[in-house]
């Protein structure tokens, strides 16, 4: 079956625009997250789904920041009045939850490339 | 918040030497995971090991939950190993993940 996917896989904008980044998670996987990667770091958590449900929106780095889910499956992550500092990969992955409540390992996207000039 | 370390943060390797890569974590997790991210910036799944030791290939990981930490190791390396390295563990209630700061691996022919 299909990884997950992720669109646009790059994009480029001038500061003040808002964009749109799109996630479609492996099909089942009810955990979505989404991950940050500025040039040359590690990966910072943003933002995690439990179907269309946020419980953690600790890591999203300012109000300018937004997701949602749908359907338990696509997720869109969307940054209002981008800043050059907001420039990095974002990453999307998801995982299937066990009947324990427990979750299975994280399988991720390929990433969006997103450049604030 | 859980503190996560990775080390060595940078290794030079002959090809087909063998190498152990660390992860320390400050407290205690739900699960840890080992990625291979390539040098085309995908994430490649490893090992999914809370605890124990799991092997594939040439590529093996034990974890020691009680002890905080967990081991890569890599035998008989190759040149497409060359990448970073990260583990990332689980935490809390709604499964928090946190990542470590990678290794850089390079392994030259």
């Known amino acids: 079956g299909a990884g997950v996917s992720q669109s646009p896989s790059n994009k480029v904008t001038e500061k003040g625009k808002d964009v749109e980044l799109r996630c479609d998670p492996i099909?089942?996987?009810?955990?979505l997250y989404w991950y940050r990667q500025s040039l040359g770091q590690g990966l910072e958590f943003l933002i995690y789904?439990?179907?269309?449900?946020?419980?953690?929106k600790s890591g999203l780095p300012s109000d300018r920041f937004s997701a949602e889910r749908t359907g338990g499956s696509v997720s869109t992550l969307t940054i209002q009045r981008t800043q050059q500092e907001d420039s990095a990969v974002y990453l999307c992955?998801?995982?299937?939850?066990?009947?324990?409540?427990?979750?299975?390992?994280?399988?991720f996207g390929p990433g969006t490339r997103l450049t604030v000039l | 918040g859980i503190q996560v370390e990775q080390s060595p943060p940078d290794l030079i390797l002959q090809e087909g030497a063998n190498s152990t890569l660390r992860c320390n974590f400050s407290?205690?997790?739900?699960?840890l995971q080992w990625f291979h991210q390539n040098p085309w910036g995908q994430l490649i799944n490893l090992f999914y090991?809370?605890?124990g030791t799991k092997q594939n290939g040439r590529l093996s990981a034990t974890t020691v939950a009680t002890e905080r930490y967990s081991l890569l190791y890599i035998s008989s390396s190759q040149t497409t190993d060359s990448g970073v390295y990260f583990c990332?563990?689980?935490?809390?209630?709604?499964?928090?993940?946190?990542f470590g700061t990678g290794t850089k691996l390079q392994v030259i022919p």
């Open positions: 090991i809370p605890s």
């Open positions: 990332a563990v689980y935490s809390g209630g709604y499964q928090k993940v946190t």
């Open positions: 407290d205690s997790v739900n699960n």
């Open positions: 992955a998801s995982s299937s939850r066990l009947t324990s409540g427990s979750y299975n390992e994280q399988f």
């Open positions: 789904f439990q179907g269309n449900s946020a419980p953690d």
């Open positions: 099909s089942g996987h009810t955990a």
